[in-house]
């Protein structure tokens, strides 16, 4: 779906780079995964939604914008094929719904699926509500502080899911809950996330694994298979 001038007339310099941005996104997952053409319908409402919103509400950092499709959708909808069986899904900071309803709208098909989008900020759960609508993505976004979810939330969960939230340790104590449940964890991290990883473990037992980014060379997505708190060392 390609915007167009303020005018009505020709499309943008942002539209035509959006337009490119689009094309590399889709080359690079194709290598993984097929996108459906309904996914895709789905997928181009939202980030016309997005575009429009960001006039008015910082949903992403600006200089990503001519990139959205490779940094921010592209990014989000790797963690499929590490989870293709997952139905229930939980996002933590949704933020502008990166991943959790980029992911929504590729499951939409899926019969029984449904992705918890947790985000305390009104303007961008406004967002995210409306980006549901729009693309018919199963989704439910809970306006509330993470740990009041994740202490009171009893549906099923299988995979929870965080992008650009806070360190790995913190996000490992926020996601505890779900994740003693029997839940697993994709959190996208950057280059340092090694150093996290030491850091996490001096607090947690953490079954875990690097994968790469498929969109950020620098980039890995860990996969918590599971976690238990340490006891601390009796003096």
Same mark, same amino acid.
């Given at each position: ?116 989008? @947790? ?19 199963? @989704?439910? @976004? ?14 099923? %969960? ?34 340092? %996330? ?19 980014? %498929? ?11 599971? %976690? ?8």
């Amino acid at each position: 779906m390609r915007s167009r001038g303020r005018s009505g007339g020709a499309p943008s310099d942002l539209d035509a780079r959006l337009a490119a941005d689009r094309k590399v996104a889709l080359a690079l997952l194709n290598d993984s995964r097929e996108i459906a053409p309904q996914t895709l319908a789905r997928l181009d409402r939202f980030a016309a939604l997005l575009q429009q919103w960001q006039a008015t509400t910082n949903l992403v950092a600006p200089s990503t914008l001519p990139e959205l499709w490779t940094r921010h959708i592209a990014d989000s909808l790797q963690l499929l094929p590490l989870a293709p069986d997952a139905k229930h899904w939980v996002d933590l900071g949704s933020g502008a719904g990166f991943p959790g309803a980029v992911i929504a709208c590729a499951l939409a098909d899926t019969p029984g699926a449904m992705v918890h989008l @947790v985000e305390s900020n009104m303007k961008k759960a406004a967002f995210l509500r409306e980006a549901a609508r729009i693309t018919g993505a199963p @989704v439910t @976004v809970h306006t509330v502080r993470i740990k009041d979810f994740v202490d009171h939330f009893a549906d099923p %969960v299988e995979i929870v899911t965080a992008r650009a939230l806070a360190s790995l340790d913190n996000l490992i104590e926020s996601a505890y809950p779900l994740l003693k449940r029997g839940a697993q964890a994709l959190f996208h991290k950057g280059q340092d %996330v090694e150093a996290e990883l030491t850091a996490a473990s001096k607090c947690w037992t953490i079954d875990a694994a690097l994968i790469q980014s %498929v969109t950020d060379r620098g980039g890995r997505i860990v996969r918590v298979r599971s %976690v238990e708190r340490q006891r601390p060392m009796r003096e």
